[in-house]
């Protein structure tokens, strides 16, 4: 008597199993089975008060529409700066100078980590470049980095005073800095290797040619493009 | 082995219900939500009066149709520069040129041609005047699911010593590949899909099959929920594009937390 009530359960549950599985199919496939719903339908289109006009007042709106589409065309590209500006992109790690109507650089660059350094005590810090639009407040050559508390830290050294000498870095950030402002700058590196990598604390690294040219091409007040 | 002793009837009726089963979801998961779409769709064509472009010569038809496309490309333009008053980044994404555009201030600052377009059955058949106010933005995303962190933080204790901290700096961690998938969902029933077009995947299938199922709950709980709501989520307008996995990403991580999409169809 028992074997068969064992495998009536088995069969119970089997089907159950198997109806569990359609439901959830069902239910899973919804966005098909919708499509599938949808065809059955169609509207009727209704062009309304344009179906009242004839081909020339038609004409003479689509003329007028186009004109209208100029003049905001135009107003949208007088929106790009006139002046040379960087764009710099920080998930591929590159950058494009350009002007409005041609590119005059394009290369890799360095950005932001996005390591949080956790010092314990409440310390810590972001690594990561700034997004939006920002402007070049300084332009320096032969920079010298002054080293933030972090650096100390990170490499577990212990914290100089605000002017100690120690803090000073010369040569570590190239031939030329821009400044973008909250600390942050395009600048050169000794790592000329991990060009392409996010691996900065921030600043955007650039190689020595690509340097100089974004440092000759762009002013004080020039726009750099993050994103 | 014993042989199973099922009665065809049995089986019949097994099959039987899971038929019915797979109908009465249907119905009540797709038919009716679709049927309560169409009706509201409907009624908005009816409201502007019945007066269909089968009625109007050939001459007149394309001539209204080219009139919606100017005024569409007009009003996407118009909303490009209101877009340009904001400070954050913004998508536009033009299926015309079939391009995908990042603009911050008017200025465009990253574009990836896009390689593949879908747009479902819905979205097609949607009455022009209805898919320009559809489209009519911008359009700000409520939610969204995507395959990869739009802030890929790693968490670092300092070195332990100076020779700790000299090999991170001789090596430093280089970030693994994703694969990005990502889903965008605004408020009018709409959603945008931005997949990478690559086959092969770069990363885990363990992250893509998660990413998988995130999706397929998103969308199942918006079947429940337009199960009881009103007519919300009753039909899903979507809109599929497909650009180089690097592209996506980029897109992804440069949009703020719920940015604003044009589309000009």
Known sequence: MEKPEKKNILLILLAFFITVCVIFLCLAKSQT???????????????????QKDSVQLTKQIKETQRRISVLQKRIENLAPATPYLIINTTKNTFVLRTKKEIIREG??????YILLDAGDGQQWIFKTPKGQMRILGKITNPVWIKPDWAFIEESLPVPSKNDPERREPGSLGDYALTLGDGYMIHGTLYQRFLGLPVTHGCVRLGDDDLKTVFNNMEIGSKVFIF | MKKL?????????????????VVIIFILFDLIPVTREYSTISDKVSERGVNTTAQLSKESSNLIDM???????????????????????????????????????????????????????????????????LYSGPLQVTEDLSSIEKFPIVVKKPAKDTSEANKT??????????????????????ILEIDQQENKLAGSRFAYMNYKRQHMNWFMSRNIRSLFGSGQWGYIYQLKIEIPREDAGSIYRALPI????????
């Open chain 2, 169 to 190: 700096e001789a090596a430093p961690t280089i970030p693994k590949q994703n694969d990005v998938f990502v889903l965008m969902a605004f408020d009018n029933n709409m």
């Open chain 2, 67 to 133: 009139v919606r496309i100017n005024e569409h490309h007009e009003s996407y333009l118009r909303n490009a520069l209101k877009l340009s008053k904001i400070d954050s980044i913004s998508l536009l994404i033009d299926l015309r040129d079939s391009l995908a555009i990042l603009s911050l201030k008017g200025v465009s600052i990253f574009e990836s041609k896009i390689s593949k377009i879908q747009i479902n059955q819905g979205l097609k058949k949607l009455p022009d005047f209805l898919r320009d106010s």
């Open chain 2, 5 to 21: 002793n099922i009665s065809k009837k049995t089986i019949i009726t097994f099959l039987a219900s899971q038929i019915a089963i």
């Open chain 2, 258 to 265: 719920k940015p604003f999409v044009l589309v000009r169809y």
């Open chain 1, 108 to 113: 890799i660059c360095s950005t932001g980590s």
């Open chain 1, 33 to 51: 089975l919708k499509e599938v719903a949808i065809s059955f339908y169609s509207y009727h289109d209704s062009p309304g008060d344009l179906a």
